[in-house]
């Protein structure tokens, strides 16, 4: 793995020297920033009117994790899952397209190492689109105290969901030239992911037991209340090791792959 970090350099500076990397930061930066302004602006109408009328539930009831934190990361998974296939698309498509793919095995690397320098990368990336939101808590922090546990939970849901849209994304980027079609196919079929449940709806059973387990929303739900089940924690590195997996096979199965 000596050839990681020139892998994960590589990819980056390919990143940055195109436009998707500082339109995907800024345009989640900026929607991040809206939820978070909307949900502590009208957490304030609300508690106001609350203490002013002096109902039977006090205004102290009213808690930044339910009434803020937890609707912004709501809103941003939903937010992810239309930008992560922006983050994987050109990963092995454009490779394929101008026939870089070649050269880049020309170097005495081996597929399991561009495959982690990649997602690495991407996920680098991710973690670059999250560090704003670090000023919320901090915002939050200067006005009350915290909601430190529901806070960390949410981040580490939000970063296990990015991680496990990536490595989707990129097995996609392995099956098709077209970026464009790879952030179609990437984002239809997470979209399944995320809607599976659906068609469980009440039911009780094997069938709908499976389509729960399967639905990625299912297991994020949890996070976004405060609560780590190492359920959905399993579930999320199983789903990035199959769809890793599925991506390495994928690039041995390629006619550029070396033999």
């Known amino acids: 793995m000596s050839n990681l970090p020139v892998l994960m350099k590589?990819?980056?500076?390919?990143?940055?020297?195109?436009?998707?990397?500082?339109?995907?930061?800024?345009?989640?930066?900026v929607i991040s920033g809206f939820f978070f302004y909307s949900g502590m602006s009208l957490y304030g109408i609300v508690s106001f009117e609350m203490s002013r009328t002096a109902q039977a539930m006090g205004a102290q009831e009213l808690t930044l994790a339910d009434f803020v934190m937890r609707p912004l990361f709501g809103n941003l998974s939903i937010v992810m899952l239309m930008m992560m296939p922006l983050l994987t698309m050109r990963l092995f498509s454009e490779e394929?397209?101008?026939?870089?793919?070649?050269?880049?095995?020309?170097?005495?690397?081996?597929?399991?190492?561009?495959?982690?320098?990649?997602?690495?990368?991407?996920?680098?990336?991710?973690?670059?689109?999250?560090?704003?939101m670090i000023s919320f808590t901090g915002f939050i922090w200067w006005y009350s105290d915290p909601p430190w546990l529901t806070i960390a939970c949410g981040y580490l849901g939000l970063f296990l969901l990015g991680a496990a849209f990536l490595s989707f994304g990129l097995f996609?980027?392995?099956?098709?030239?077209?970026?464009?079609?790879?952030?179609?196919?990437?984002?239809?079929?997470?979209?399944?992911?995320?809607?599976?449940?659906?068609?469980?709806?009440?039911?009780?059973?094997?069938?709908p037991d499976v389509l729960n387990y399967l639905s990625i929303l299912k297991h994020y739900d949890q996070f976004s209340k405060g609560?780590?089940?190492?359920?959905?924690?399993?579930?999320?590195?199983?789903?990035?090791?199959?769809?890793l997996f599925l991506t390495f096979r994928s690039l041995e199965s390629r006619s550029f792959t070396r033999g």
């Open 10 to 29: 590589r990819e980056l500076r390919a990143y940055f020297h195109s436009p998707i990397a500082y339109v995907v930061i800024v345009i989640f930066t």
């Open 96 to 132: 394929m397209m101008t026939g870089s793919i070649e050269l880049l095995y020309t170097w005495p690397i081996k597929d399991s190492e561009v495959l982690l320098g990649k997602y690495l990368a991407a996920l680098l990336m991710f973690f670059f689109m999250m560090a704003p």
């Open 172 to 207: 996609v980027s392995t099956l098709t030239r077209n970026q464009i079609v790879s952030s179609a196919l990437s984002f239809g079929a997470l979209l399944v992911f995320w809607i599976i449940s659906w068609a469980a709806g009440e039911k009780s059973g094997v069938l």
């Open 227 to 243: 609560v780590i089940d190492t359920r959905d924690v399993i579930y999320y590195f199983s789903f990035i090791f199959m769809f």
